[in-house]
């Protein structure tokens, strides 16, 4: 029943910027872990940043210094501030979460994904 769903995506030319947004909604108890992913046309997915229920972050080395990943525990919602974009950036960006849903299960979740399109 637990759903993510992105929003924010969109076109941008190169040295832009853009926010990614995704919220949690459904059965949740806890959200300890939320983060960012993205598949370009060709390639495998691969993780751009996460960040823990406290805080703590983690980036890929290609987007740190440009990237920022941040959350709101109140609204169940993670957000990815994407600056200095490049082409190389363009991909569909999906979002993960880890969900306690119940007394009983807890798993990984992801959201249908959202396009970013940088123009060079």
């Known amino acids: 029943q637990l759903q993510l769903v992105e929003s924010g995506g969109g076109l941008v030319q190169t040295g832009g910027s853009l926010r990614l947004s995704c919220e949690a909604s459904g059965s949740i108890f806890s959200i300890p872990a939320m983060g960012w992913y993205r598949q370009a046309p060709g390639k495998g997915r691969e993780l751009v940043a996460r960040?823990?229920?406290?805080?703590?972050?983690n980036y890929a080395d290609p987007v740190k210094g440009r990237f920022i990943i941040s959350r709101d525990n109140a609204k169940n919602t993670v957000y990815l501030q994407m600056n200095s974009l490049k082409p190389e950036d363009t991909s569909v960006y999906y979002c993960?979460?880890?969900?306690?849903?119940?007394?009983?299960?807890?798993?990984?979740?992801w959201g249908e994904g959202t396009l970013v399109t940088v123009s060079s």
């Open positions: 993960n979460a880890f969900v306690v849903v119940s007394s009983t299960y807890g798993g990984d979740y």
């Open positions: 960040i823990s229920s406290g805080g703590s972050t």
